[in-house]
């Protein structure tokens, strides 16, 4: 299952990952260098979807676990987290109904 947020900054990847490993305090996983990835609590993971070229897309996180409520919290954490510490705008783009 996945939970889609996307925020309302426009960033590379490489700085968003800085920036997510700092202020959600989870180190990154490089077990796969083309797919770098936040591992969240619960088992959760984070990765950051990259727009194609040309594209104009603000930063978007796919949240994913097997288990919906446990993806439903922490989702919900990583939502208030970025809003209350870095002021960032989020909403979830509806790919199923997760919680």
Same mark, same amino acid.
């Given at each position: 299952?996945?939970?889609?947020?996307?925020?309302?900054?426009?960033?590379?990847?490489?700085?968003?990952?800085?920036?997510?490993? @700092?202020?959600?305090?989870?180190? &990154?996983? +490089? !077990?796969?260098?083309? !797919?770098?990835?936040?591992?969240?609590? $619960?088992?959760?993971?984070?990765? +950051? @979807?990259?727009?194609?070229? $040309? @594209? !104009?897309?603000?930063?978007?996180?796919?949240?994913?676990?097997?288990?919906?409520?446990?993806?439903?919290?922490?989702?919900?954490?990583? &939502?208030?987290?970025? @809003?209350?510490?870095? $002021? &960032?705008? +989020?909403?979830? +783009?509806?790919? $199923?109904?997760?919680?």
């Amino acid at each position: 299952m996945t939970v889609t947020l996307v925020t309302s900054v426009f960033m590379s990847k490489a700085d968003a990952l800085a920036v997510l490993e @700092e202020v959600l305090d989870a180190p &990154w996983n +490089i !077990d796969d260098p083309g !797919d770098v990835t936040l591992p969240l609590a $619960g088992g959760v993971v984070l990765s +950051i @979807e990259v727009p194609h070229y $040309g @594209e !104009d897309l603000p930063l978007t996180l796919d949240l994913h676990h097997d288990d919906a409520s446990v993806l439903r919290d922490v989702a919900d954490q990583v &939502w208030a987290t970025l @809003e209350k510490a870095l $002021g &960032w705008s +989020i909403h979830e +783009i509806p790919r $199923g109904a997760v919680g």
